[in-house]
DNA sequence: CGTATCTATTGACAAACGTCAATTGAACTG
DNA sequence: CAGTTCAATTGACGTTTGTCAATAGATACG
């Protein structure tokens, strides 16, 4: 996925008046850009930026026996949304015997934020 | 994509002990949850993502001729991101002439950086 | 041990995505 | 008008995504 974010030396100008002002150059490193947009591809779902919003508000950890029946999808459709935050570090997990607990990892989240302002 | 964000009451506790604390629900609603999960969809490309980098570190109106060779792919392929993010509302663009000219709408990041926050 | 419960994984499928080459559409230039 | 240039669209393609039903793993309870 996308190693097409090499930067090019500026195109010929057109052969009239230039189009516009000299040529800007991305802040974001192609690493910086390619981790940004994973995090904001996990959040790019619905079901996914919401169960952020329980965690996030919750400030603790919450049972996936909780997290399952706010939402109208299958038990495996929610495992699978959990593990595309986990893979993104935007959560982690936690097994305390027969139960699973879910909490954000804030560290990602306030990277993408901070680029956002 | 995602009627399923439906809020459920409280499933039966288990037999035993109850596995965690009491129901969170989500504070996002379900219509904002997907106006933002569709913004953060938008940035989650790296070449999406640093298009909007540059665009908002310019802030004026850059022209697609400047942005077409910063990045390894066709100009079509470029012309489809800027679609993108032009249909999530988070950049504009304007014609004058031969060139087509975007440049960032700021309102729709905020509303993602405000939830972030 | 056998059964019940909770979560994760697998396999399948349709839809969406990212990409390119080729074409079209607009608008300037001679 | 004919030719050129820039940007958007179309069509095709392999890949990824979101979803479910079914299964497997792990752990608790009798």
Same mark, same amino acid.
């Given at each position: 996925?996308?190693?097409?974010?090499?930067?090019?030396?500026?195109?010929?100008?057109?052969?009239?008046?230039?189009?516009?002002?000299?040529?800007?150059?991305?802040?974001?490193?192609?690493?910086?850009?390619?981790?940004?947009?994973?995090?904001?591809?996990? /959040?790019? $779902?619905?079901?996914?930026? +919401? &169960?952020?919003d329980? =965690?996030? #508000?919750?400030?603790?950890?919450?049972? %996936?026996?909780?997290?399952?029946? /706010?939402? $109208?999808?299958?038990?495996s +459709? &929610?495992?699978?949304? =959990?593990? #595309?935050?986990?893979?993104?570090?935007? %959560?982690?997990?936690?097994?305390?015997?027969?139960?699973?607990?879910?909490?954000?990892?804030?560290?990602? =989240?306030d990277?993408?934020?901070?680029?956002?302002?």
């Amino acid at each position: 996925m996308s190693s097409a974010l090499t930067l090019s030396p500026k195109q010929k100008s057109p052969n009239g008046q230039p189009c516009c002002e000299p040529v800007v150059y991305p802040d974001v490193e192609r690493a910086e850009a390619e981790r940004m947009a994973a995090i904001a591809k996990a /959040l790019g $779902d619905p079901i996914r930026l +919401t &169960l952020v919003d329980v =965690l996030r #508000k919750h400030a603790g950890k919450v049972c %996936v026996c909780e997290l399952v029946p /706010l939402f $109208d999808v299958s038990q495996s +459709t &929610l495992s699978h949304h =959990l593990k #595309k935050l986990r893979d993104a570090g935007i %959560v982690d997990s936690e097994r305390q015997g027969l139960w699973a607990y879910y909490y954000v990892n804030p560290e990602e =989240l306030d990277e993408l934020s901070a680029w956002l302002s």
